[in-house]
């Protein structure tokens, strides 16, 4: 098969120079590559050059370098999208490389759904400074002038006569060395042809023929396997090992390092086996809360700082004055990120440097990290990154290239590490519990006067995760707690005349935190839009007119967003609870709505559920979503976003759960962390908006926001059992009912 | 030991240990990378590949049981280098988000439509069970079953 | 000879159901409520209702494969021929919906339907007569406040003379004790709870005591061990095969979860039983497990030791079944540690293993383990098709021999063969 699937980065690298851009064949395999793997060309990485988005060779192929990476979201096919749409090329020419940090700049991790709305866009303003000069150049050279110009297909014409010139004579090899122009005109809206269309994904053909090569399925030649043999506790010493009990296992090595233990083989499953086999102690260990007391232990946390998301009125009086008081107390479980395949590294040490493979979604920062651990200078590490199974936040890819290294460090040659599904479940960094108290003064009119909230989360924001790795083995490592921005959609945008709402940062939390997808929005925004719903209930009005009426007036996207939603799911206005349900199986619709972050993508959402009273089993039957994300560049991956969003997210509400014991995670495969299956999941019916004269926002999160709290808010309409705390498992759902 | 493995319409002799599962050889001893490694428990059908024409998890098949039987993986459903029916329902419908998942879901599914042809949606969902999706791409994956169906 | 006792106990049955036993147990049809004479959903009965329903397992044999629970319908399949499950929804035509709760008492009791028919044993109300009457109340009331489903019941297909309804009469004369449970005084409350329930509404002795000719539990055997679905019922007894003893804590943790760490995963019917279980109150189901755990009398181990799995490191083996263990089942039943991923433990602690025959190793092994895998809980993939017949025979001695210190079994294949006809539970 000689289909152009995906370019790939390693032939890429096999030509002389790093912008001969070769398709894959696919099928082949890429072991060879590693050992030509050459000193990256020298090509700026700083981001005020043209040449470090990007490159055009000789024949007019474009090479895009994108610090943001295709995690399975498609943003490859939306970049490749946008730049040829920009430089008028055809879609075919232009391939993407991602994450490389010796070609590609950094651009931040690839989170928070920012990679169109700041990669993207920045990738874009490179190309409109391109094409500018471009224009320029040819107008000398055609001697005509600039307006004169056209573009086909990478062929620059004059109007007024037939020469042309093509990018490739004009530029074909060299490097524009241009600084970036933010000011650069990009094209109007009207004249896109390529954006806003669904254009297939270059790497959908290559995932479904299994030809495209992930990172767990990429090697490198004389490489060996490691597994880590994990301690059976959190902060448990490693007191011996019997090395004598794999003995029997051909071509295994026994690897020790402070408390990190791992054994290699040349033969992966030999490496299987010895890690299972492996005898070894460990001191008792146990450091973890009493999983039954989970909220307490997280109430019981000290508060390091106050941080004020926002602050509108005097909430203080207002909650003081006479009125209707409301308050409610929400809590969300701790999350594994729960990629399908583990996570996977591979590196190699070769006169002195470091090379590490990598499905992160963060290459920039792993690489700083990777150089710290080893205290080595920055340039003498690269990390290239090479897709991996989804990856929906800081999960262990990071964790698995600090084994790779210290691995192939200590053995002198390249090693590959397959984490293990116990080594995920169990060891990737965990999304933060996550506690919320909420209040609101009602007045006699109806209005609701004063809303305030605390939200009991840990301290830290995005950042450099610690590496285990390097903490068992007393290598540097960073060790503040970075749990990502999740102190993000605290705030409401609804229009009370006193909010204040207060993120109540704690100094410790059970588990290493990072950011899962929609980490903090969905937490937040889970206690707020069910808070909300309850203030409905109290005041006997229909729940989405409630948000309609407060939402800005001026903030017509948000209210189209809303009427759209509204037709779309059939909504009655009536109040929640419906009233006369009989039957064990009860049926009720939710809403929920948000704009994220208050300042971007605008996602409302309806979910109908049916909920078996004595069971206390729910079932999401169907949801709907109206999302306006701006412009949007391939609306089928916007959409497979959207879906993947809700079924994600309608399993880690009804299921998802971390469990433990004082000393380690208990759930640690899918029999004991269940997630959706077929059978369980929605039917899901989207209605994008397309603002094609508006910037484009992400989608890879928003939608998750909504949907706990609308299946909370339909459970409520069905039952009147209000649910206060994700994941709604049976017992809970029953004593919820019984209270009802 | 070695063992004679039929993948794919070719026999492989592999040398290697016979408790290994047969998703290693087909990964490590002949370069197939379609079927994946997820959890290597039975868990989540990452690895699935038809053995003796049935969908079956490769990570818990060690090659000493699989004897004669014939062994498919999504690589070897392509007809004259071409996307089968199967695959290529996948394509039209996009139904990949990562992707990782994939090659076990369109073996799963070619499974249930050789011997189903024409099979309801609760069946559909109900054979796809064993498989597991993090990324959400279920809704995509059912309306590629349903497409080849079909087709 | 089995078989002329059998014929000679259907002579003997059917006279006395002609002479005696019909005039004796001779019942009259009941009045037909309406709709309006249902009862009222009283919360506080259908919460009980439904939590005594889970005990009883009514829904199992109640509901077909995927139908609405409690409509009925599912083939019963007995030694007599096939029973058909009635419909408990209140549906006027097809259920219960003009039952009135003295006919609903009557059935549970006495084993007479409303319109005054004998109801076969299939129906447990040898046990059920042990229910008092607020408890039959609350199900009823429960029972009642379902949605009405109309689900016409297949006629059974019972062989002759079984299939004559009256010969249940003499079933009756001989076999029903109509009685309720007095307290044993010198018990605890716990233990006397457990008792009425588990003797009377959760029927455990259906499944968990061996049965006569006539498919009456032999009263001197209880919980001696019988047989459901083609699955072994281990014995309750003192002839308890458990690997080390089952203490209170670990019955209620078992019992309401279909697992424990140091027992393994309740499979085949019993994870039935165990989900319904997880509904019930946590202190009847604690009631359960004490009242269980004083039937078998084992010798009390160590407090807090956890006991050490057996492991006969056989040697010797075909290089193939070893290999295949290895491959196949050792990384879930992880011998290093008590309890592998797939929440599976040492094989050393599997009372299947230990068995006189291998039915329950033969279908866990062929079938797997999925009853739980929606809510979370013990799971082990299914072995038919991935391993052959002749793979499965050897796996199993193997692990008999390697993990008990019984003898070898006798007719693997021949059970291999039974549960594939039975097929699989869903
Ligand atoms: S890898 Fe085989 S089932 Fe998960
Ligand atoms: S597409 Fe990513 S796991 Fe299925």
Redesign the interface.
């Known amino acids: 098969m000689n289909a152009p699937f995906s370019p790939s980065r390693r032939d890429i690298l096999k030509g002389t120079s790093a912008l001969v851009v070769a398709f894959s064949l696919a099928g082949s395999r890429l072991e060879a590559f590693a050992q030509n793997a050459p000193a990256a060309a020298a090509k700026p990485v700083t981001p005020d050059q043209v040449d470090t988005f990007l490159a055009i060779d000789e024949k007019g192929a474009v090479t895009v370098y994108a610090g943001k990476v295709d995690l399975g979201t498609g943003v490859r096919t939306a970049f490749a999208q946008m730049i040829a749409d920009e430089l008028d090329v055809p879609f075919e020419k232009v391939s993407v490389i991602e994450g490389d940090t010796a070609l590609t700049p950094d651009q931040g991790p690839t989170y928070g759904s920012q990679s169109i709305q700041n990669g993207g866009v920045q990738i874009r303003q490179a190309a409109a400074t391109a094409k500018a000069a471009l224009l320029e150049e040819a107008a000398k050279r055609l001697n005509v002038a600039k307006e004169d110009l056209i573009v086909t297909n990478g062929a620059i014409g004059a109007r007024s006569s037939n020469q042309t010139v093509t990018y490739g004579e004009l530029i074909g090899g060299k490097q524009f060395m241009l600084k970036l122009d933010p000011a650069a005109p990009t094209k109007k809206a009207a004249d896109y042809k390529l954006v806003g269309k669904p254009i297939p994904r270059l790497d959908v053909p290559g995932k479904i023929t299994g030809a495209f090569t992930y990172m767990q399925d990429f090697r490198v030649p004389g490489m060996l396997h490691g597994r880590v043999v994990r301690p059976p506790a959190l902060g448990a010493k490693l007191t011996n090992v019997d090395e004598s009990s794999v003995k029997q296992i051909p071509g295994v090595k026994v690897v020790r390092e402070g408390d990190f233990l791992a054994v290699v083989a040349d033969n992966e499953w030999n490496a299987v086996r010895a890690a299972r086999e492996l005898k070894s102690s460990w001191s008792k260990s146990e450091t973890l809360p009493d999983e039954k007391k989970l909220w307490e232990h997280v109430r019981n946390t000290k508060i390091v700082k106050d941080d004020v998301t926002s602050n509108i009125g005097d909430t203080k009086a207002a909650m003081a004055a006479e009125g209707r008081k409301l308050s409610a107390t929400y809590d969300f479980a701790i999350h594994t990120h729960g990629s399908i395949g583990p996570s996977c590294a591979i590196s190699e040490f070769k006169d002195g440097k470091l090379t590490c493979w990598s499905a992160s979604q963060a290459t920039h920062n792993l690489r700083k990290q990777l150089a710290k651990m080893f205290s080595m200078p920055l340039d003498d590490v690269r990390c290239i990154y090479i897709d991996g199974s989804g990856c929906y936040g800081r999960n262990g890819h990071e964790d698995a290239a600090a084994d790779s290294a210290l691995l192939a460090k200590i053995t002198g040659k390249p090693v590959r590490v397959q984490w293990s599904r116990a080594d995920e479940h169990g060891w990737d960094p965990k999304g933060p519990p996550t506690l919320i108290d909420l209040r609101a003064n009602l007045d006699t009119a109806g209005q609701v006067t004063a809303w305030e909230a605390d939200f009991f989360i840990p301290q830290g924001a995005a950042g450099m995760v610690e590496l285990v790795a390097a903490s068992l083995s007393n290598m540097p490592t960073d060790t503040a707690l970075s749990p990502g921005g999740i102190v993000q959609d605290s705030a409401i945008g609804y229009k009370f005349p006193n909010i204040k709402t207060v993120c109540r940062r704690l100094e410790t939390t059970p588990f290493r935190p990072s950011w899962i997808r929609t980490p903090g929005r969905m937490q937040n925004t889970f206690a707020n839009e069910c808070f909300l719903d309850e203030i409905a209930a109290a005041l006997n009005v229909d729940p989405l007119e409630l948000r309609i009426k407060y939402t800005d007036p001026a903030d017509t996207r948000g209210l189209e967003t809303l009427k759209r939603l509204e037709k779309l799911s059939k909504w009655e206005r009536r109040p929640s609870p419906q009233k006369n349900v009989t039957g064990n199986v009860v049926k009720g619709r939710g809403v929920s709505y948000v704009k994220y972050e208050l300042v971007r993508t605008y996602v409302g959402a309806v979910a109908e559920v049916e909920v078996d009273r004595t069971t206390g089993d729910i079932r999401v039957t169907k949801f709907y979503v109206v999302h306006d994300c701006g412009q949007i560049i391939n609306p089928a991956g916007v959409e497979a976003q959207i879906e993947g969003n809700v079924i994600q997210t309608v399993s880690r509400t009804l299921k998802e759960e971390v469990t433990f014991d004082r000393s380690m995670i208990t759930s640690l495969d899918w029999a004991s962390y269940p997630i959706l299956r077929f059978p369980e999941v929605p039917e899901i019916v989207i209605e994008l908006i397309d603002q094609p004269a508006e910037k484009p926002w992400g989608a890879g999160e928003p939608t998750a926001a909504v949907v706990p709290s609308a299946i909370s808010n339909a459970v409520f309409d069905a039952t009147g059992a209000r649910l206060r705390s994700v994941p709604f498992k049976r017992d809970k759902v029953k004593t919820a009912l019984q209270s009802a | 030991?070695t063992i004679t493995l039929k993948v794919n319409g070719k026999s492989h002799e592999i040398d290697?240990?016979?408790?290994?599962?047969l998703l290693?050889v087909l990964?490590?001893d002949l370069?197939?990378?379609?079927?994946?490694?997820?959890?290597?428990?039975?868990?989540?059908g990452?690895c699935t590949v038809q053995?003796?024409g049935?969908a079956?998890?490769s990570c818990?098949?060690?090659?000493?049981?699989i004897?004669g039987r014939e062994i498919t993986?999504?690589?070897g459903?392509?007809e004259n280098?071409k996307?089968n029916k199967v695959?290529q329902a996948?394509?039209d419908e996009?139904?990949?988000?990562?992707?990782?998942?994939?090659?076990g879901m369109?073996m799963r599914a070619q499974s249930l439509l050789q011997t189903n042809p024409k099979p309801t949606e609760?069946e559909?969902?109900?054979h796809?069970?064993p498989?597991?999706?993090?990324?959400?791409?279920?809704?995509?994956i059912?309306r590629a079953v349903k497409r080849a169906a079909a087709a | 000879m089995r078989f002329r006792q059998v014929i000679f106990g259907i002579i003997a049955v059917v006279l006395l159901a002609v002479i005696g036993g019909y005039a004796w147990t001779w019942r009259p049809a009941l009045a037909a409520i309406s709709a309006n004479q249902k009862p009222a959903a009283d919360k506080q009965a259908v919460r009980l209702g439904a939590e005594l329903a889970a005990i009883g397992n009514c829904a199992d044999c109640h509901t077909t494969i995927g139908g609405t629970p409690y409509a009925g319908g599912r083939a019963i399949p007995t030694p007599f021929g096939t029973i058909y499950a009635s419909n408990l929804t209140p549906d006027p035509e097809t259920g219960i919906g003009t039952w009135s709760e003295e006919a609903f008492r009557r059935a549970m009791r006495d084993g007479v339907d409303r319109e005054g028919r004998q109801l076969y044993p299939a129906f447990p109300y040898d046990h059920f007569t042990k229910a008092t009457d607020a408890d039959i109340h609350a199900l009823y009331v429960f029972l009642m406040s379902k949605a009405p489903v109309k689900n016409s019941i297949p006629a059974n297909q019972l062989d002759f003379p079984f299939n004559y309804r009256p010969i249940v009469a003499g079933w009756k004369v001989l076999f029903l004790r109509e009685a309720s449970l007095e307290p044993d005084p010198g018990k605890s409350a716990e233990w006397n709870r457990g008792r009425y329930l588990v003797e009377g509404l959760g029927h455990c002795g259906a499944c968990h005591t061996p049965r006569n000719a006539l498919g009456a539990e032999r009263r001197n055997s209880a919980y001696a061990g019988g047989v459901a679905e083609g699955w072994n019922a281990p014995p309750l007894n003192a002839a308890s095969l458990a690997a080390h003893r089952w203490t209170v804590d670990q019955l209620a943790e078992y019992l309401s979860t279909g697992w424990h760490k140091l027992h393994g995963a309740a499979a085949g019917p019993m994870a039935d039983v165990a989900k319904n279980l997880g509904q019930a109150s946590d202190g009847d189901v604690r009631a359960i497990a004490t009242y269980i755990a004083s039937l078998s009398q084992q010798p009390r181990t160590a407090n807090n030791v956890p006991p050490t799995p057996r492991d006969n490191f056989v040697k010797n083996v075909s290089p193939e079944v070893a290999a295949i263990y290895a491959g196949a089942c050792a990384n879930c039943h992880n011998d290093r540690n008590d309890v592998g991923p797939s929440k599976a433990v040492s094989l050393g602690f599997s009372t299947a293993v230990r068995q006189a025959d291998p039915s329950n190793t033969v279908r866990v092994i062929m079938h797997g383990i999925h009853a739980y895998q929606t809510n979370g809980g013990p799971y082990m993939p299914a072995f038919d098709g991935i391993l052959t017949d002749r793979q499965i025979i050897s796996l199993a001695q193997y692990v008999r021999a390697r993990y008990t210190d019984q003898p070898e079994w006798t007719d693997v294949k021949k059970e291999i063969d039974k549960a594939r006809r039975e097929g699989v539970r869903p």
């Not at chain 2, 290697?16 to 599962?21: E, G, N, V």
């Not at chain 2, 370069?31 to 989540?44: I, N, R, S």
């Not at chain 2, 996009?94 to 090659?103: E, L, M, V």
């Not at chain 2, 498989?131 to 809704?139: Q, S």
């Open positions: 030991m290697t240990d016979a408790s290994t599962p290693y990964r490590n370069g197939l990378h379609g079927p994946k490694f997820g959890c290597g428990l039975g868990q989540c990452a053995v003796g049935r079956m998890f818990i098949m060690p090659i000493a049981a004897g993986t999504v690589e459903l392509l280098g996307p695959q996948f394509i996009q139904a990949a988000q990562c992707g990782y998942c994939i090659a369109v609760a559909i969902r109900q796809m069970r498989n597991l999706c993090r990324c959400g791409t279920h809704a995509a059912l």
